[in-house]
């Protein structure tokens, strides 16, 4: 059919799934990708006790995934990526702490740059894109009594790509969203912001005890000059966040006095 002058190159362009996919950072980690688990949280801390030092563990969809408070964390498959990052660093008690900020900043600013969108930080670790949260972090870590560093740090991160077809849940209707508003993302852009968010993670994790990804957490902070309630020693208050420290401790100026929250929960009043 061809003669010697109409020579066809056909491009084979070769889709790589999800599934199958050897992400490459510019740092080396063990990386599994799973169709379905009960929880990636869950898989690294079996890694740990079988010997794995460090790994990230990504999901298509969890069974069981777990958010803070003791919540669950709605995971479906298609719309969401679910990960986990499995460390044993070398980190003060506060140091570790802060690990949870520095992977709140790390989502943020993957988001940003992936979506071009203007993601915010809700205190503590939630990100929010148009008054919804599109991403909740939950860090576990290992503690040993007479130990000053962690055995491990857990870094569980789960992101809504897309609102599923059925909307969300009736209990977190009203409070979920998801980064793209068509139904369907490229697994492309989908690995774009996984590498995006270690890479960012890994970058200020280098440096972390320099705290200087405080400033761009404190511009991204949802809840600046906001009127907030919350809850402390059984007690309700309500007052206006005026900052965050270094520690990423909120201060809430209420009528009598002024409070930092090192840890909890605080709502916006509407
Ligand atoms: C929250 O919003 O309360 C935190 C949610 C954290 C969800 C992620 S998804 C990946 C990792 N595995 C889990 O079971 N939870 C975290």
């Not at 990230?56 to 995971?75: C, D, E, M, N, P």
């Not at 491990?152 to 059925?166: E, L, M, Q, R, W």
């Not at 774009?192 to 280098?206: C, S, W």
């Not at 809430?252 to 840890?263: D, G, Q, R, S």
């Amino acid at each position: 059919m061809f003669n010697h002058l109409s020579v066809q190159y056909v491009k084979q362009v070769i889709i790589i799934g999800l599934l199958n996919w050897k992400p490459e950072f510019s740092f080396p980690i063990k990386t599994v990708i799973l169709k379905e688990t009960t929880s990636t949280n869950s898989v690294c801390k079996e890694l740990f006790a079988s010997g794995t030092h460090s790994a990230l563990v990504i999901a298509l969809s969890q069974t069981g995934g777990k958010g803070r408070l003791g919540r669950s964390f709605y995971s479906p498959a298609e719309t969401g990526i679910y990960m986990s990052l499995l460390l044993r660093p070398s980190l003060n008690s506060q140091d570790t702490v802060s690990l949870t900020t520095a992977a709140a900043v790390a989502v943020s600013k993957a988001i940003d740059e992936i979506t071009g969108k203007n993601s915010y930080i809700k205190w503590v670790n939630d990100i929010y894109l148009y008054d919804k949260k599109v991403c909740g972090i939950l860090c576990e870590a290992g503690l040993s009594t007479n130990k000053a560093t962690p055995d491990y740090v857990i870094v569980g991160i789960g992101i809504n790509i897309n609102t599923p077809k059925n909307n969300f849940p009736e209990d977190i209707k009203d409070k979920a969203g998801s980064l793209f508003e068509e139904s369907k993302t490229s697994d492309d852009v989908k690995k774009q912001l996984i590498l995006k968010t270690f890479e960012n993670f890994f970058e200020i994790y280098n440096t972390l005890p320099l705290k200087n990804y405080m400033e761009y957490y404190r511009n991204k902070s949802l809840l600046q000059d906001k009127e907030v309630s919350f809850v402390k020693d059984g007690l309700e208050f309500s007052g206006k966040v005026v900052g965050i420290t270094d520690n990423a401790g909120i201060i809430i100026k209420t009528k009598n006095e002024t409070i930092t929250l090192c840890a909890g929960e605080v709502s916006l009043k509407f």
